[in-house]
């Protein structure tokens, strides 16, 4: 049985998360990096709305054929989102999304984590 039919697909967008949140730890990292480059804009998305129509399934693709190579759904779905704040870049701002983005990155790998040990506790106790 897939993974994702036993968890109803949960294991599937959490994954969709991680991969959101490694793209918003990029950005923000970019941001920081550049705080000190003339006329660099800060940037950023939702990750929110990003998640959202991610779940929603906009962006997927269809294949109209065997060989046509697929897209990352997240992928697809944040191209249209960054932003470009019209502002310089806070470092104090950049370091709070910063914290506030790991700690749902590390929340969000515990959630998978506890779904597997749970998953390892019914086939431990289911073969007694």
Do not use: C, W
Request: neutral net charge; charged residues 25%.
């Amino acid at each position: 049985m897939p993974i994702n039919k036993l968890y109803g697909g949960s294991i599937a967008a959490m994954r969709q998360a991680l991969d959101l949140r490694l793209e918003k730890q990029g950005l923000i990292q970019s941001n920081i990096a550049n705080q000190e480059t003339p006329g660099y804009i800060a940037q950023d998305f939702s990750f929110a709305k990003v998640m959202e129509r991610t779940m929603a399934g906009v962006g997927d693709l269809n294949r109209t054929h065997a060989k046509h190579l697929t897209v990352d759904p997240v992928e697809a779905t944040k191209s249209g989102e960054y932003a470009k704040e019209a502002r310089p870049v806070d470092l104090d701002e950049e370091m709070v999304k910063l914290s506030e983005n790991q700690l749902m990155y590390q929340v969000t790998t515990r959630l998978i984590a506890k779904k597997f040990e749970g998953l390892r506790y019914a086939i431990d106790e289911g073969g007694k």
